[in-house]
T-cell receptor
Framework: GENVEQHPSTLSVQEGDSAVIKCTYS??????FPWYKQELGKRPQLIID?????GEKKDQRIAVTLNKTAKHFSLHITETQPEDSAVYFC?????????????FGKGTKLSVKP | AAGVIQSPRHLIKEKRETATLKCYPI?????VYWYQQGPGQDPQFLIS???????DKGSIPDRFSAQQFSDYHSELNMSSLELGDSALYFC??????????????FGPGTRLTVL
């Protein structure tokens, strides 16, 4: 089955700096890679996603890149703000037929210091 | 916009008791996923339903069962509760278009505490 590894487990940056979180996946059949932000005790919230037919996607300060050959994808947050502080999870899945359950990485706790 | 609704939001049970968690998906979403998240851990997939049929099964204990009803809401039934079942339980819903499932939207979760 799919296995997703996420690094680093914790990340501390100064406000205004960039943050990068990296994930690798094992199943080459995976074709959908979402990123979720989760604040303590709250629901995971989708912040950006990418499908395997796209190499890069950007939404304001957030971007995701996907390297299918190397089976890794990364989240880039620019101009970080204190409200970006949260746990970020990457996930992977194969969408097709009856499947689609997300396999999550272990999470990255991002702290943005003012 | 309407979101996924889960009830109850908090639940406290004793060991060996039973619990029922409910999930109401976003309107016109026909696929429901259940995830369990322990403290400091990532969400773990339990089970999913599409059009009222079980579509995939993950690390769900035999003590747990679930179903999706005709109005697409889903219930997770948990019996013989153990201390280790204490966790956040999330339901997520997605629309299925052309045989391909789309983005999953998570509900607020049910925090289950087993004493």
């Amino acid at each position: 089955g799919e296995n997703v590894e996420q690094h680093p487990s914790t990340l501390s940056v100064q406000e205004g700096d960039s943050a990068v979180i990296k994930c690798t996946y094992s199943d080459s059949a995976s074709n959908y890679f979402p990123w979720y932000k989760q604040e303590l005790g709250k629901r995971p919230q989708l912040i950006i996603d990418i499908r395997s037919n796209v190499g890069e996607k950007k939404d304001q300060r957030i971007a995701v890149t996907l390297n299918k050959t190397a089976k890794h994808f990364s989240l880039h947050i620019t101009e970080t703000q204190p409200e970006d502080s949260a746990v970020y999870f990457c996930a992977a899945t194969f969408y097709g037929g009856s499947q689609g359950n997300l396999i999550f990485g272990k999470g990255t706790k991002l702290s943005v210091k003012p | 916009a309407a979101g996924v609704i889960q009830s109850p939001r908090h639940l406290i049970k004793e060991k060996r008791e039973t619990a029922t968690l409910k999930c109401y998906p976003i309107p016109r979403h026909d696929t429901v996923y259940w995830y369990q998240q322990g403290p400091g851990q990532d969400p773990q997939f339990l089970i999913s339903f599409y059009e009222k049929m079980q579509s995939d099964k993950g690390s769900i204990p035999d003590r747990f069962s679930a179903q999706q009803f005709s109005d697409y809401h889903s219930e997770l039934n948990m019996s013989s509760l153990e201390l280790g079942d204490s966790a956040l339980y999330f339901c997520a819903s997605s629309p299925r278009s052309g045989g391909r499932t789309d983005t999953q939207y998570f509900g607020p979760g049910t925090r289950l505490t087993v004493l």
